[in-house]
C-alpha cells in the first residue's frame, strides 16, 4: 500500500514513485508511436483522414470512461473488503487475548502463539506462499501432511485446546462459548479473504475493456492528426494515460491479497497482531513494526 501525503504541484508534475506511469510506460510509447506514424502519413498525404470524424471518438470515450468507472469501483470495493476484513481479524485476535488472560501462562501462550501463527498461516495462503513454512515459527503442532487447510487447522487446534480446558474446569462454559464466538470470527474472515482472492472480476468483463481502450488510443490518432498535426500527441496521450492508468490501477486493486504497490500490507497488519500478542504476553524483545520502504508499506 502506497503511504504518501497530499501530493505537492512538483509531486504532481515529477513523481514517479507511487505513480502507475513504470506500469503503463510501454503503452505511452506505443501509442506516441503511432501517434508520429499518423502524423507523418497526414503530412506526406494532406486530407488521407479527412474522412475520420472526432465526433465518434468523443462518444465512445464517454461510454468507456463509464464503463472503466464501474470496474474501478468494482475492485475497489474488493480492496476495501479485504482491509475490513484484516480489522476484523485483528480485532478478534485482541478480544481473544483479553479474554484468556485469566489462563495459565502455559495455556495462554500455546492459544495467542496459536493465533500469531493463523495470521502468519493467511498470508501466505492469500499470497500463495508455503502456508506450513510460516506457521510453524509459531506452531509446531502436526496439522496432518495431507491437510488442504493448515491455517484452518490451527484455529481447529485453538478450538480443541479451549474445550479441553472447558472439560478440565479451568474455564466455565460460558467462557468456552465466548472463546468460541472469536474463534468463529477468525474462521468467518480466512472465508471472506479466500472468497475475494479466490474469485477474480470475470475474465470476459476485464478483456471487454482491455479491447476497448487499446483499439480507442490506437485509432484516436489517425482521427487528430489531420488537424492537430504534432499537437496530436498532447490530446493522445494524455487519453492513453488516463485509460490505461485507471485499467492498470482496477487490475492492482482486483487482487488486494498480492505484491502490487497498491495492494493490502498484510505483511504490516500480521506484524501487528504479532508484536500485540507477545507484548501481552510479557515479551520485551518484540520484533520490529514493518516500516515503509520508498513509500510503499507491504
Given at each position: ?7 505537492s504541484?512538483?509531486?504532481i ?12 510506460a ?11 506514424v499518423?502524423i507523418?502519413?497526414a ?8 474522412r475520420?470524424?472526432?465526433?465518434p471518438f468523443?462518444?465512445i470515450g464517454i461510454?468507456l470512461?463509464?464503463?472503466m ?11 476495501w473488503?479485504g482491509?475490513k476484513?484484516w ?10 487475548a ?8 502455559r495455556?495462554?501462550t ?5 493465533l500469531?501463527?493463523f495470521s502468519?498461516g493467511l498470508?501466505a495462503?492469500?499470497?500463495?506462499q508455503?502456508?506450513r513454512a510460516?506457521?510453524k515459527?509459531?506452531f ?6 495431507n491437510?488442504?487447510?493448515p491455517?484452518?487447522?490451527v484455529?481447529d ?9 472447558m ?7 460460558i467462557h468456552?462459548s ?5 474463534i468463529t470470527?477468525?474462521?468467518?474472515v ?10 477474480p472480476?470475470?475474465?470476459a468483463y ?9 483499439v480507442f488510443?490506437?485509432?484516436?490518432p489517425f482521427?487528430?492528426a ?6 496530436t500527441l498532447l ?10 492508468g485507471?485499467d ?9 491479497f498480492?505484491?502490487?504497490?497498491n495492494a493490502l500490507p ?7 497482531v504479532?508484536r500485540?500478542l507477545l507484548?501481552?504476553?510479557?515479551h ?5 513494526p514493518?516500516k515503509?520502504h520508498?513509500?510503499v508499506?507491504?
Amino acid at each position: 500500500m502506497i503511504l504518501r501525503s497530499k501530493p505537492s504541484f512538483k509531486d504532481i508534475l515529477f513523481a514517479i514513485n507511487g505513480s502507475i506511469l513504470p506500469r503503463i510506460a510501454p503503452h505511452l510509447i506505443g501509442i506516441s508511436f503511432i501517434s508520429i506514424v499518423a502524423i507523418f502519413a497526414a503530412q506526406d498525404h494532406p486530407g488521407i483522414f479527412a474522412r475520420i470524424s472526432a465526433i465518434p471518438f468523443t462518444l465512445i470515450g464517454i461510454a468507456l470512461s463509464v464503463f472503466m468507472s464501474f470496474r474501478n469501483n468494482a475492485c475497489y470495493a474488493r480492496w476495501w473488503e479485504g482491509r475490513k476484513l484484516w480489522g476484523e481479524l485483528i480485532i478478534a485476535c485482541r478480544s481473544f487475548a483479553r479474554q484468556t488472560s485469566a489462563l495459565e501462562e502455559r495455556d495462554r501462550t500455546f492459544l495467542l502463539h496459536g493465533l500469531c501463527g493463523f495470521s502468519a498461516g493467511l498470508v501466505a495462503r492469500l499470497r500463495g506462499q508455503d502456508e506450513r513454512a510460516a506457521i510453524k515459527p509459531w506452531f509446531d503442532m502436526s496439522l496432518g501432511p495431507n491437510n488442504p487447510n493448515p491455517t484452518n487447522a490451527v484455529l481447529d487446534h485453538i478450538g480443541k485446546h479451549c474445550l479441553t480446558l472447558m472439560r478440565g474446569h479451568q474455564i466455565g462454559a460460558i467462557h468456552y462459548s465466548v472463546l468460541e464466538g472469536q474463534i468463529t470470527a477468525l474462521s468467518e474472515v480466512q472465508g471472506g479473504c479466500e472468497r475475494i482472492a479466490l474469485t477474480p472480476v470475470p475474465f470476459a468483463y476485464s478483456l471487454l475493456l482491455h479491447r476497448t481502450a487499446l483499439v480507442f488510443c490506437v485509432t484516436l490518432p489517425f482521427a487528430l492528426a489531420g488537424s492537430l498535426d504534432w499537437w496530436t500527441l498532447l490530446p493522445v496521450l494524455i487519453v492513453a494515460y488516463t485509460f490505461f492508468g485507471l485499467d492498470a490501477l482496477g487490475h492492482q486493486l482486483e487482487d488486494p491479497f498480492g505484491r502490487e504497490p497498491n495492494a493490502l500490507p498484510l505483511d504490516a497488519m500480521q506484524r501487528t497482531v504479532e508484536r500485540e500478542l507477545l507484548s501481552l504476553l510479557g515479551h520485551q524483545d518484540l520484533p520490529d513494526p514493518i516500516k515503509p520502504h520508498k513509500n510503499v508499506l507491504r
